[in-house]
């Protein structure tokens, strides 16, 4: 797992006005953090851009093509089934800056196994008498290891050459320095990512094609869109009953047996998607907070400055003054300036991802804004997300920030903290509990666990508990 350290907006550091990508639908991508977000296929033909109307079209085509040599097969490993393997071997088109690894901008693709297991499935497919291109995309609720990132990458390469046409539409309205270069096959002008070691292009992506997950990857959505139509519930229902049950990937194998069972129960699973209405994520709103915390990397100390000052060789105490100042202006900022608002939507609490990247945003705005040379971390891979703020090699404290409603709360304290400062060497360590309800006990576990520690002599982390809970306005009190 990687780490993001000086989050670099495309917008910043080729000097383009954030706006004017919002106002031609652009994605204005962080040039060395992944998003999560994914190009949907499904959406393709919604766009307003004619480049990803034609995609669209290209993607199909692709597919039905594929569809053809599938049929044309007789056996696995004959001429049509390995074009077909061929066809289906996606590698990664690099500096769309989408994707799970978001402390990288270079994700996976498919290997060999993963093409030769989707060939197999299309295969059992096309032989129940399905022809819809779209069976590909029904292929994440079907097969392990097909997730929503693949499906972007898959998708990237099918329709790179319209990706690249939109591109250079996009890229005419700004004086950007360009080059020359060979991407999958299609000579393209594209800007060079000034922080990837390796020089990979950025391709600008349209927002109107972007949807945190994939149509079909998304089981609620595909049961909910059928739910709404009688007619099709009680199709779906007798063929492949066990759509409605499937919510974990756990679950696959019985849907999976169930839908290839029949051409009418694959076809139905086709209905549902096709029901689905699919729409992009709402940029403007950031339910999932994947936007807002990039507002704070300079607005936070700039709106409320605060005077840091560390030694010329700073010890691991001294580390932890300024990280327990930070986490102070943290708290203050949520409860009294109305910080809080960002940890919500709709009524409903972010993620907790959410919460950690905003004091990520925080903590890196003070250690900027006072330069300091301190270097805070977010670590971002598939699990928790930790934070270290350190000086050199030995002066380091590790942040911990989780929401009251996390059943692990208690057992991060306990255990997954003293984990984190095990394994960078440190003693020094502070929790941040997030109160957004179902607190409960916690908090006194938590403090009782502290207590115990240092009756025993032994380091202990320092906790703060921050009210993060909505607020009623003053006109409803």
């Known amino acids: ?26 994605l204005d991508p962080t040039l060395n953090v992944d998003v999560r977000l994914f190009i949907d296929p499904m959406l393709l033909a919604l766009s307003k851009h004619p480049e990803m109307r034609a995609a669209s079209r290209t993607f199909r085509s692709f597919f039905s093509a594929v569809i053809k040599l599938l049929a044309a097969s007789k056996k696995e490993g004959d001429v049509a089934w390995r074009e077909a393997a061929r066809r289906l071997r996606f590698p990664e088109v690099p500096g769309t800056c989408l994707g799970y690894s978001a402390a990288s901008i270079r994700g996976s693709a498919f290997g060999p196994d993963l093409s030769r297991r989707l060939v197999t499935t299309a295969k059992e497919i096309v032989d129940l008498g399905v022809t819809d291109p779209d069976l590909f995309v029904a292929l994440p609720l079907l097969e392990e290891g097909v997730g929503p990132d693949l499906i972007s990458d898959m998708t990237t390469n099918i329709v790179l050459p319209e990706l690249l046409a939109f591109n250079e539409r996009i890229l005419r309205s700004f004086e950007i320095p360009l080059q020359q270069i060979d991407l999958g096959g299609y000579a ?17 992506l349209p927002k109107d094609v972007l949807r945190e997950l994939p149509v079909a ?34 679950q696959k194998k019985s849907v999976r047996e169930a839908v290839l069972a029949s051409k009418e129960a694959f076809s139905s699973l086709l209905e549902a998607i096709h029901e689905t209405a699919p729409r992009n994520y709402d940029f403007e709103r950031d339910p999932e907070g994947l936007f807002i915390w990039r507002n704070l990397l300079t607005a936070a100390a700039r709106d409320h400055p605060m005077a840091l000052m560390l030694s010329a060789k700073p010890s691991a105490d001294d580390v932890l003054v300024i990280v327990m100042k930070i986490v102070e202006q943290f708290k203050f900022l949520i409860e009294d300036k109305g910080l809080w608002k960002e940890l919500w939507h709709d009524g409903t609490r972010r993620p907790e991802k959410s919460a950690q990247r905003l004091f990520f945003a925080i903590a890196h705005s003070y250690c900027d804004a006072n330069n300091l040379d301190i270097s805070p971390e977010m670590d971002t891979g598939s699990g928790s997300v930790d934070f270290k703020i350190s000086v050199g090699a030995s002066a380091k404290v590790i942040v911990e920030t989780k929401l009251s409603d996390n059943s692990k709360v208690v057992s991060g304290y306990e255990k997954q903290l003293e984990v984190y400062k095990k394994s960078e060497r440190t003693t020094k360590g502070v929790y941040v509990v997030i109160d ?42």
Request: charged share 25%; aromatic share 6%; glycine share 6%.
């Open 1 to 26: 797992m990687g780490t993001i350290r000086n989050p670099v907006k495309f917008s910043e550091h080729f000097d383009v006005d954030e706006a004017a990508l919002s106002t031609l639908d652009v």
């Open 188 to 204: 393209a002008l594209l800007p060079i990512n000034p922080v990837d070691r390796r020089q990979s292009p950025v391709i600008l």
């Open 217 to 250: 990857y998304d089981w609620d959505s595909v049961c909910d869109a059928a739910a709404k139509n009688a007619l099709l519930r009680a199709k779906t229902n007798s063929l492949i009953g066990a759509i409605w049950k499937a919510k974990t990937r756990r």
């Open 436 to 477: 957004i309800g179902r607190m409960g006990k916690k908090d006194q576990a938590i403090l009782k666990l502290k207590n115990e520690r240092a009756g025993q002599g032994l380091p202990c982390s320092d906790v703060v508990f921050i009210n993060g809970n909505e607020r009623v306005s003053a006109s409803k009190l």
